[in-house]
């Protein structure tokens, strides 16, 4: 059979970890990419660019808010925000029709974190209901199949009087998409596919009754999961050390420096590597890292547990938190999950080194989730961390276009 190229679409793209993780698999060329966050789309194009060598990459990564649907297929203006664009309809008619739809919405609405943070329960947020212009993009344009990435709290979120779970899943079938009927199945620890963080994600996998039949849909969805997918587990778990291990030290100055406009705590790489500078850490904390690095290294662990940390916060700060606010990520374990919260203050990502006494920087934060290195990031502390954060591992993200691939070929792609 002679192989094909898989034409995609990736909605919610960000800075495009999970379309990285589809490019390198060589099957797939991405027609279009959705984004509304401008860093994200920036860094995004400029990956295009670079590493995928495409010259249309401004017009591909399409920055534009993906509830104004009808813009979206059409085509739009707005000086403002947005600038211009024939919209999503000129692409997918150039390119004769798309093969897979990937992507998935925000996923603070649905994540339990962000359920106890916010005081109604993120009942009243908005991206909730943000699939539903994914599932109008599915809708519009009939994938043969789709990917459709979110944190496994969705399955137990509930903004109405209906599991939100409940409706996506009645809402893709009523679109004519097969699902796995059971999607707590649907949960996939991403540990297990060589990324050194404990993440697990839910990813539903969809494919067209209509191109299939039902019951070959269904029978190509149970066998995604149970074999498809599978067979690109990693022989065994990847630690931290592993990840980052080989990185320049970055050990705290005597006085400290500016570079490029900005203080730092910390000495710069040496050798240089891009996105791997310290950020600025105050003395408190850098007192408070010795002492925790060194507690892990000497093995005494007085401070391994959850309440022993929020009484050192209590103890250096004088205010009290709900949640401990440091935590050493562990050598020869895998990181805790990398967040996009991260980029507000890193306090649960202290390096392990004690020498170093730092928070993880932009590349470390790359690597655990697995972003090669000539992906430079690009913009502030704030965007870089935030959209690494929010990405799809791209070497999980491979795994998921091989298996798709697979699947698809076997079935007569």
Known sequence: MPRRIIKSIDLFAGCGGLMDGFLQSGHYKTIAAVEWEKAPCENLRQRLRDKWKRKDADKVVMQFDIQRTDELFEGWKDDEVYGTSKGLDSFVEKAGGIDVIIGGPPCQAYSIAGRVRDENGMRDDYRNYLFESYLK????????????????????????????????????????YCVLPDLNKAIIDFT????????????????????????????????FYETYLPKYKSERKITVREAIGDLPKLKPLKKEMKYQGKRLSHALPDPFVENHIARWQSKRDIDIFKLL????????NKYAS??????????????????HKYYVIRWDEQSNLIPAHLFKDGLRHIHPDSEQL??????????LQTFDDDYIFYGSNVDTYKMIGNAVPPKFAKCCANAVYDLLRNYGF
Do not use: H
């Open 137 to 176: 993009v599915v809708e519009k344009y009939q994938p043969k199949a789709f990917i459709f990435e979110n944190v496994p709290g969705i399955l137990t979120a509930q903004p109405g009087d209906r599991k939100i779970i409940e409706v996506i899943q009645e809402s893709f079938e009523k679109a004519g």
């Open 192 to 223: 297990e596919y060589g990324i050194p963080q404990n993440r697990s994600r839910i990813i539903i996998f969809g494919v067209c009754e209509e191109a299939y039949g039902k019951d070959r849909a269904l029978e190509m969805v149970k066998r």
């Open 293 to 300: 690095t060194k507690d892990i290294e000497s093995g005494r």
């Open 306 to 323: 959850a309440e022993a940390l929020k009484k050192l916060y209590t103890e250096k700060t004088g205010k009290i938190s709900n949640v």
């Open 358 to 367: 730092r928070t993880i920087t932009v590349r470390e934060a790359a690597r």
